[in-house]
Nanobody, 114 residues
């Protein structure tokens, strides 16, 4: 059974940084694209960043230049380095395996105070 477990969320002041990690298990991690989504209260879940199986990345316009997605295929992990955080980055961040079906982690809370 595919399992995705996020970690690294927390409370940070505006301008600060956090590094999220997602540990994947029970499938060939390197074969699949991975993504980070977030959901703010009262809003729809939105794509933050994605990385292909070969390392190609793309980002939401709102995080370009501030966030970096990376993957370590040897450790079955995907990371999201978040710098220059803003209060509008607050939300629950979800890791997912981009496939059909899509698999989701349970999420990790990120709160950015002003």
């Amino acid at each position: 059974q595919v399992q995705l477990v996020e970690s690294g969320g927390g409370l940070v002041q505006a301008g600060g940084s956090l590094r999220l990690s997602c540990a994947a298990s029970d499938y060939i991690f390197s074969a699949f694209a991975m993504g980070w989504y977030r959901q703010a209260p009262g809003k729809q879940r939105e794509l933050v960043a994605r990385i292909s199986s070969t390392g190609y990345t793309n980002y939401a316009d709102s995080v370009k230049g501030r966030f970096t997605i990376s993957r370590d295929n040897a450790k079955n992990t995907v990371h999201l380095q978040m710098n220059s955080l803003k209060p509008e980055d607050t939300g629950v961040y979800y890791c997912c395996r981009i496939s059909s079906p899509t698999y989701w982690g349970r999420g990790t809370q990120v709160t950015v105070s002003s």
